[in-house]
């Protein structure tokens, strides 16, 4: 273009470079349609600004801000169509579906890369809402140490995807201690640990899971008699049978009848069978103690658990006398929780009254639930009023 051609007053020399600056847009990658209105645009633009202040290069001024229009009108619709997807996405109007996460949750958290107690322990914590106290005492380990595991934990999955669920196995755990903390601690959490249960039963048929369903419903019965209207414990010999949800105990023992039924046995299933002894006695004194003590036997088989052998022991004093019951827990270390007030009231049960008494009162200051340490205490004063 020679120097004395004015582009700001020469509109014909604007429209000639029209296709020049489409064709430009066009290898660009902009769809045709889209970018002759860009360059229509910038045209529109040329002629209301170029008069006043002139380009030096009028074909680079038009592709450049045709690029523009044309960058924002993808944008803009770009944007559009998002907007119309979300709403055609949008629920109907009217009632939403419930949708409940929180066994998927459970599963989730028991991750494959941490060791089973690791993942329950992991579990407890961010989704149970346990504190790592509550967590250790189910362990039976120094809450130091458990706090260690949950770290150890945290720092195992900080890095992985959870997106491969673990197995049912650990999420049976993380269940049933779940339910042991709301069924006797400071928290309830025992109708959520049940209510999930039934959930995971529901879609898994698996003996253990029913086993598990029905321990929870069977000890779930007799929770309205295990307070006194004050608060304090009322032991299983001296609860007011009266009380107990005979629909929850006929329900719990219809499944575990079920479970049992397909011959694989396991914890759960027998654990609910003990329950369901208590349960099926009118009378604490027509309790068949013989019976419990059997499944107990099977439970040390399928866990050699201490805390197995430690109640075991209180069933073998009720089928065999005290001094058998005494005899079991002398095969048990006695830093074992509840180990004293076990040996309580079998020293109690065999006469000797100034010992139970002194081990009350040592139990009680073991207790680490106001319940129970006020209970041990009451039986200790009670010892020692006769």
């Known amino acids: 273009m020679s120097a004395d051609v004015n582009p700001g007053t020469d509109t014909?020399?604007?429209?000639?470079?029209?296709?020049?600056?489409?064709?430009?847009?066009v290898?660009?990658?902009?769809?045709?349609a889209t970018a002759e209105d860009a360059v229509q645009e910038a045209l529109v633009e040329a002629v209301r600004t170029w008069p006043a202040d002139p380009p030096r290069d009028p074909k680079g001024w038009l592709v450049t801000v045709a690029w523009r229009r044309f960058l924002d009108t993808a944008r803009a619709e770009t944007s559009?169509?998002?907007?119309?997807?979300?709403?055609?996405?949008?629920?109907?109007?009217?009632?939403?579906?419930?949708?409940?996460?929180?066994?998927?949750l459970y599963f989730l958290c028991a991750h494959p890369s941490l060791t089973p107690s690791s993942a329950v322990a992991l579990t407890l914590r961010a989704v149970g809402g346990l504190t790592t106290r509550q967590i250790s005492e189910a362990y039976l380990v120094p809450e130091a140490t458990m706090a260690q595991r949950i770290s150890r934990a945290k720092r195992t999955v900080s890095g992985v995807r959870f997106d491969r669920p673990g197995d049912v196995t650990t999420v049976l755990r993380v269940l049933y201690l779940v339910f042991n903390e709301g069924?006797?601690?400071?928290?309830?959490?025992?109708?959520?640990?049940?209510?999930?249960?039934?959930q995971l039963a529901a879609v898994i048929d698996h003996p253990e899971v029913a086993g598990l369903l029905a321990l929870m419903l069977l000890h779930h019965a007799r929770r309205?008699?295990?307070?006194?209207?004050?608060?304090?414990?009322?032991?299983?010999?001296?609860?007011?049978?009266?009380?107990?949800?005979?629909?929850a105990i006929a329900e719990g023992v219809r499944i575990l009848q079920a479970a049992l039924a397909r011959d694989r046995l396991g914890e759960f299933q027998a654990q609910a069978a003990v329950a369901a002894l208590h349960a099926d006695a009118p009378t604490a004194e027509?309790?068949?103690?013989?019976q419990i003590v059997e499944w107990y036997d099977e439970l040390v088989g399928l866990t050699d658990s201490?805390?197995?052998?430690?109640?075991?022991?209180?069933?073998?004093?009720?089928?065999?006398?005290?001094?058998?019951?005494?005899?079991?827990?002398a095969e048990l270390e006695d830093s074992l929780p509840r180990y004293t007030a076990v040996a309580a009231h079998l020293h109690e049960r065999d006469g000797d009254l100034e010992g139970a008494a002194r081990l009350y009162a040592e139990a009680a200051r073991k207790a680490t639930?106001?319940?129970e340490r006020d209970h041990l205490t009451r039986r200790a004063a009670r010892i020692n009023t006769r």
């Open 12 to 25: 014909a020399l604007i429209r000639g470079l029209t296709p020049g600056v489409l064709a430009i847009l």
């Open 27 to 32: 290898r660009r990658g902009a769809d045709f």
């Open 80 to 104: 559009r169509r998002r907007r119309e997807a979300l709403v055609d996405e949008e629920p109907r109007p009217g009632p939403a579906r419930a949708v409940d996460d929180t066994l998927q």
């Open 183 to 198: 069924y006797s601690g400071d928290v309830d959490l025992a109708a959520e640990a049940i209510r999930l249960t039934r």
């Open 224 to 247: 309205a008699a295990r307070t006194a209207p004050d608060g304090s414990l009322v032991p299983l010999d001296e609860q007011d049978r009266g009380r107990w949800d005979t629909g």
């Open 286 to 290: 027509e309790t068949d103690w013989p």
């Open 306 to 329: 201490p805390v197995v052998r430690l109640n075991r022991a209180v069933a073998v004093g009720e089928a065999d006398g005290p001094r058998a019951g005494l005899a079991a827990l």
């Open 369 to 371: 639930n106001l319940a």
